[in-house]
């Protein structure tokens, strides 16, 4: 067992980013385009080493935070500087600075990153729980089980030398774990242990981590398609998600899961799709059905007076929706254009949630036009981010606020 040297002695932009497997060339390749190079990749993680005298730069979204909104609180060095991660879409987990711990066995694997973590702490002082974040590609086999193991071995040794430190480790960067240095769900930066396995002899560990805030979601045996697990996320990455009373125009809707996830939470939803709505959203009190073309669809008819917020009281004036919920399965510059674009521009929504397809079409392309300088996004929304999200497929979902001025 050895704690190899920095993967990049003095090089802050060294980084681990994981990523849904099989998408490596794409974050690379958005890597690439702000000017981090790329060392080394495989299933589901990028392993970045240095820049080529640049600075990353980061693609511009509208004041995403993370990217230029909000400050991470407490954020050290690494972190702090590594704010423009906040904009990519692809990485899922960041870890800034890595060391490569290596060993033969789970024991000097685990005594390895110990030794890390010890030597890291330096008269830190753990007062509150902190993210302990053990992840490595599932396909390979049997690397799940070793990683369990060393996360185990792991655990044991932290306890002897420091009891009160371990019994404040959980094993993720979400919530309830409130006070943490780390901004949780909307993603940002956070400190703890995150210890990524490359292989069964190499594990990269680092006490900073940038999260971009995609997680596995649990299912709901009611929602009617898996298409409810994208919106069940999407709302951990927006940091908000629909309340009890408020108004949803779901676009694309049927089989209904994104219209159920809404309505689950007491909110009123107009799901508009020429297709059927199954399962938790079939005869919901709180969805009405319209059988619609969502391109020609109109806010100002989007409520029917039952359905009205009463009083007016959730519909602001200027305003005919607290949220657009789009899921059309259609060319993504087509939904760009002549759907977002009248939707943000109108300022019939306060939030939104879209899903493009990216299908065969370049996500590098598509990205680029998300962000580019005419997109609605960029010209309207106050803020918005975009994500390949854990239960995206060959799709971004892009969340975000619409201006309110
Ligand atoms: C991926 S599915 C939506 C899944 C849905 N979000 C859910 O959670 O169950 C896409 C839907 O878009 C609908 N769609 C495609 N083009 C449409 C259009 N122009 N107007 C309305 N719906 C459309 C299809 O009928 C299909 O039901």
Known sequence: MRIAKRVARGDEWAMLLTCQSGYETFLARELEGVFVRVAERGPGWVRTEETDGRQPTGPKEGGEPGAQGEKAPQASAPAAEAAWLGGLAFAHLSLLAPVAVRGESVNALAQGVVDFFLASLRGERVETTWPCVWRGPQEIVGLGRRLGSVEAAFGELLGKKLRRVAKLAVGNVQPPASGLRHRAAAG??????????????????????????????????????????????????????????????????????????????????????????????????????????????????????????????????????????????????????????????????????????????????????????ESAFVRHAAWFAVRHLYHDREEFTVVGETRTE
């Open 188 to 373: 940002g930066a956070a400190r703890g242990l995150f210890v990524f396995f490359t292989d069964f002899g190499r594990a990269l560990v680092a006490r900073e981590a940038w999260v971009h805030g995609q997680r596995r979601m649990a299912d709901d045996d009611l929602a009617p398609s898996r298409s409810y697990l994208k919106m069940e996320e999407a709302y951990g990455v927006l940091g908000r998600e629909p309340q009890a009373g408020e108004t949803v125009v779901d676009l694309g809707a049927a089989p209904g899961g994104w219209s159920y996830s809404a309505a689950k939470r007491g909110a009123r939803v107009v799901a508009v799709d020429n297709g059927p709505l199954k399962g938790g959203a079939l005869n919901h009190p709180l969805i009405e059905h319209r059988l619609a073309d969502a391109f020609g669809f109109r806010p100002s008819c989007a409520m029917t007076p039952e359905f009205a917020a009463p009083g007016g009281g959730a519909v602001a004036t200027g305003e005919l929706a607290d949220w657009l919920f789009c899921d059309v399965v259609e060319e993504p510059h087509h939904v760009l254009k002549n759907l977002v674009g009248p939707w943000l521009e109108g300022r019939w929504c306060r939030r939104f949630v879209v899903n493009f397809k990216f299908g065969r079409a370049d996500p590098l392309g598509l990205l680029r036009e998300l962000r580019g300088a």
